[in-house]
């Protein structure tokens, strides 16, 4: 049985983070020893360009610096006298003309021997080389600055407390969920985020909520070429998908690694909806027999030709039903596979010298195709408990020495008008949704709850871990 732990909370590091920042506190933007923010050119919602005016976005920053005429000395400067040079993110403090001395930088208030801020070091070293401090004007345009301090000095005062600068990387899209009051501006966002991001080659923002067969939504696109079709890594694997036609979310990078180490090599998983095949190609590649289902006729078509790409067909087999049929039968499906196959032969993908035999080639792993499953995934988290009624029955026929553990991944939601609930309170509204699907008071102690991440403010996703109750498995309906 399971303890009701929650486990600790996961962030995808492939993720790129919403900012949401007070532009009172990121207005004036401390970059080390130097104070830099762009220049204010505000836009408004009734006369919005077509593109952001560049050219408005420079600044000089008049600054002073050493001429070197002995670079072999630089080293010393930087590494004695640190502090009095100018320390600003992305930017180097020695610059090199294509004719004259090297100039080094110097911190701002530093204009000649006498400026108070200078170090006693640094002056001292300074009168015995006879340096020369001269001024120096830096130029910053508009590819020194990040996406959020661009937004913050164009868009209006009233839409700069969560500015919209984060995107979800997949493939080569980001994707975007603007509010509304930022739609107006919704090109010049999308022009930023190609312009910052040399990874991205189209933008495109959500336009309406999930689907909740397909789990797929409507999507503009508010720059670059309008190509959805991706290539996205994970897991060690690779995915071809049309992101406009299936079910892709980067965020659940960790959540599909997490459950795939459960599954040991040898045993049987039944991925109900398993779309692209997150979970089932990775777990195949594993030498982990799998059953991957999907409804949506075109995450079917990507799961089949991601098989392909990974070279997994003898572990993974796809099919295209409804997910409560393809429960019920589900058994059948893992007897008729292993009447045609009960051993299957595949090349080990250890990297370790002993994988390979004496002539360099991989060695071959026979795997005995087991009788049952050992688990059932269920990512179809905004219904995916109501299809738990379908393992009512399922092993009525047979008895188990052990049944198969369900891993079914859910929302909570929370009131708003209400403190945030605590995580007892979450537990057991989720064990009774569970207990009315099974139409069997499943105990507290026997469901174990990993929390996934935060959707919203109030509503999170969980995986919640049970073994099937024998009272569900062997009814007679």
Not at 39 to 55: C, E, G, H, M, W
Not at 420 to 440: C, Q
Request: with cysteine; charged share 25%; proline share 5%.
């Amino acid at each position: 049985m399971f303890s009701h732990v929650l486990k600790s909370r996961i962030f995808n590091t492939t993720q790129v983070s919403l900012v949401r920042t007070n532009w009172i506190r990121m207005a004036t933007i401390f970059h080390d020893n130097i104070v830099v923010r762009p220049p204010v050119s505000r836009i408004q919602a009734t006369n919005v360009p077509l593109s952001i005016d560049k050219a408005k976005l420079s600044v000089d920053v008049k600054l002073h610096a050493l001429e070197i005429t002995m670079p072999r000395e630089l080293p010393v400067y930087r590494k004695q006298f640190g502090d009095d040079l100018l320390q600003l993110h992305a930017v180097s403090n020695i610059v090199k003309p294509k004719n004259g001395n090297v100039l080094l930088l110097l911190r701002p208030g530093i204009e000649s021997l006498e400026s108070e801020v200078m170090s006693d070091g640094l002056r001292e070293y300074l009168k015995q080389r006879q340096v020369k401090i001269m001024p120096y004007t830096l130029e910053l345009g508009y590819d020194y600055w990040r996406a959020d301090e661009v937004l913050g000095a164009i868009l209006p005062e009233n839409l700069l407390n969560e500015i919209p600068s984060g995107f979800t990387m997949t493939g080569h899209i980001a994707h975007m969920n603007l509010r509304d009051e930022y739609l107006p501006y919704k090109y010049l966002i999308g022009q930023l985020i190609l312009d910052k991001n040399p990874k991205v080659k189209t933008v495109v923002n959500k336009l309406d909520s999930i689907d909740t067969v397909f789990r797929t939504f409507a999507m503009e696109v508010i720059a670059g070429p309008e190509d959805f079709n991706v290539e996205q890594h994970e897991s060690d694997c690779r995915f071809r998908f049309d992101f406009s036609k299936v079910y892709w979310n980067s965020r659940l990078h960790t959540e599909h690694d997490r459950l795939i180490s459960t599954f040991k090599p040898g045993q049987a998983v039944c991925d109900v909806f398993a779309g692209v095949g997150p979970f089932a190609v990775p777990a195949g590649k594993k030498n982990v027999i799998v059953m991957a289902n999907d409804l949506n006729s075109y995450s079917y078509e990507s799961m089949v030709e991601n098989i392909r790409l990974n070279k997994v067909e003898k572990t993974v087999i796809p099919f295209n039903m409804d997910g409560r049929e393809f429960i019920r039968q589900s058994l059948n499906q893992l007897t008729k596979f292993r009447s045609a196959n009960p051993q299957i032969a595949v090349e080990s993908k250890s990297r370790s010298r002993t994988s390979k035999d004496e002539t360099g080639k991989r060695k071959v792993l026979v795997i005995n195709v087991p009788e049952t499953y050992s688990h059932y995934v269920m990512n179809l988290p905004d219904s995916a408990i109501t299809f738990l009624d379908a393992f009512k029955g399922l092993f009525s026929t047979r008895k188990l020495a052990e049944l198969p553990l369900v891993h079914v991944h859910c929302f909570h939601k929370s009131d708003a008008d209400k403190p945030k609930p605590e995580d007892s309170e979450v537990f057991e509204a989720l064990r009774t949704r569970i207990s009315n699907a099974l139409d069997f008071d499943i105990a507290l102690n026997q469901l174990s709850f990993h929390f996934v991440r935060a959707v919203a403010p109030t509503k999170s996703m969980y995986c919640v871990s049970f073994r099937i109750p024998s009272e569900v498995a062997y009814s007679s309906l």
